[in-house]
């Protein structure tokens, strides 16, 4: 089993970070063969969509055109990371609302139309085939549940774009109102974040693969 973990926290200790690596704990005591690549996009954010991808992608006959070109390197290789995962783990912090932009810039390179997205008359259709994504979410106000007190853009917008690509086993896994935490009682929410996985989407899937 390979497991691609995602941070996304400019912060080299942060809670999001945190969070994604008990998720990785918690899939290796289930899988412990399981191999992890890692993309750390906190501390080496891919660069925004550049002159010559963007062209490529601003029309059918100008991506046939530059399938192969140096384009979309960056894409392809971001692509085979995930195609070859068989569980993405995500930490990444919520940004005014939503996903910060290194994440943002990493789905600008993951989505693409005739490689991962499938044009048809009725919309668009995933090419790739689904896997579990798990994501520890780190925000300092509240988002989501009774205190909800701001827009939450994030996993709306996460289920979209992996739906997008054909993904949509996705599980929030959100450590909230970061601002407010007494770090005496940091690791224990943390704790509590982590025990709300959902193992019976993982669980079939790990036991499945335990020897993996
Ligand atoms: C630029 C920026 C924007 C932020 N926007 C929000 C926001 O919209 N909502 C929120 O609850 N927290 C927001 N925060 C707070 C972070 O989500 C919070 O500090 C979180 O714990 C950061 O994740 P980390 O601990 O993994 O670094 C923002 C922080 C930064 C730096």
Not at 56 to 78: C, F
């Amino acid at each position: 089993m390979n497991i691609l973990h995602i941070d996304c926290s400019p912060r080299p200790v942060s809670h999001s970070r945190q969070l994604s690596a008990g998720i990785v704990q918690r899939l290796l005591s289930g899988a412990p063969g399981a191999t992890i690549s890692r993309r750390d996009l906190g501390t080496q954010p891919v660069p925004h969509p550049a002159s010559d991808y963007a062209a490529a992608l601003a029309s059918p006959a100008a991506m046939m055109a530059a399938a192969s070109a140096s384009a979309m390197d960056l894409s392809e290789t971001l692509i085979r990371e995930v195609e070859t995962a068989d569980v993405i783990v995500i930490g990444t912090p919520m940004n005014n609302f939503t996903v910060p932009s290194v994440l943002k810039a990493w789905i600008d390179h993951f989505l693409r139309v005739g490689r991962t997205i499938l044009p048809t008359p009725e919309g668009k259709v995933g090419m790739l085939r689904n896997r579990p994504v798990l994501i520890g979410i780190a925000s300092g106000g509240v988002f989501s549940g009774a205190g909800a007190n701001q827009p939450d853009f994030l996993t709306p917008y996460l289920c979209a774009a992996f739906g997008c690509v054909g993904i949509s086993s996705l599980q929030f896994l959100p450590l909230q109102a970061t601002a407010f935490l007494d770090p005496a009682h940091a690791a224990s929410a943390r704790e509590k974040t982590l025990a709300a996985i959902d193992l019976t989407v993982i669980g079939d899937f790990l036991k499945d693969n335990a020897t993996a």
